[in-house]
């Protein structure tokens, strides 16, 4: 007699039931998949079209010199634009323009918000070579003959590789740091007061307050937000509104020495006779070897 044997039809259509909803993951997938390709790329050529410009804060340059300078026009999408980038080419290419953000809003719309750069130092270089910069120090005019009289003229910096449009760089990158930090504290507590400043030794900085009317040893950059605002309350409290002269910072223990007009005076006249007594002194010395 031959042996019977059993089947399990139940397991075997488990299995093909396994099979068929794994294969329907797979289709699902791939639909996934591709739907998100055909909505990136719909999304770059149809969706999203950049539909208005917003500009402000422009002056000296018109909309469609902004618009031209950064490349942009009509049909542009939303989302290819490279904002970091586009605000690097509108800097880069219109040299008046001090600051530049560009953001993208709802509806299509590119928003571009600049700040306009204004000439604010007048900085000697190279001899008697002359370049304006704006208050972030961004070159905005290079080989003067004569400096700008109107600004604020700085002295010493020891300016290199000065190109439209850069930022200003000095040989000392000290000084550089000096000065921003000086414009700063000056913003703060005496715009527009200081004529000059003369950080050639940067140990020993010189400013021009009022027009030439007071000047400044400034000394050396130490404590230099503490020293200038010390210097112009003593100026602003302490001396009349017409005292002219040259005030001295010594140090935070014993303060400042305020020498006027007729002090300097005297002062250089007793430096004139001391170099005349010590040369004839000189004379007589090198007379008497001779003989």
Known sequence: MQDVVKTNPQGTGRRKKRRRHGN?????????????IILYILSRTVFFKVENYEISGNERYSDSEILG??????????????????????????????????TRELLGTIVIEVTEAEEFA??????NRYAVISRNGRYLSTEQAEPNEELLQIYGLDLIDVSLGDEFASSDEN?????????????DTCPGMIDYIDITDRTDIIMSYDNGRIEIDFGSSLDYEYKMRYLITIITANLDSDASGKLVYISSSSGVS???????????????????????EEEESEESDGT
Not at 24 to 36: E, Q
Not at 73 to 93: C, F, M, P, R, V
Not at 258 to 279: A, R
Request: aromatic share 8%.
């Open 69 to 102: 300078a950064a490349g942009l026009g009509e049909n542009e999408n939303l989302y290819n634009i490279d904002l970091s980038a586009t605000e690097a080419k509108i800097k880069k290419k219109l040299i008046y323009i001090d600051d530049v953000t560009v």
């Open 122 to 127: 007048c900085c000697q270089y190279e001899g």
């Open 175 to 187: 000084k550089k740091t000096i000065i921003m930090n000086l414009l700063d504290v000056i913003d």
């Open 24 to 36: 329907r993951s797979l289709y699902y997938l791939m639909i996934f998949v591709v739907t998100v």
């Open 258 to 280: 305020f020498i006027p007009d007729e002090g300097l005076e005297e002062l250089e006249q007793s430096k004139d006779k001391v170099n005349d007594m010590t040369e004839t």
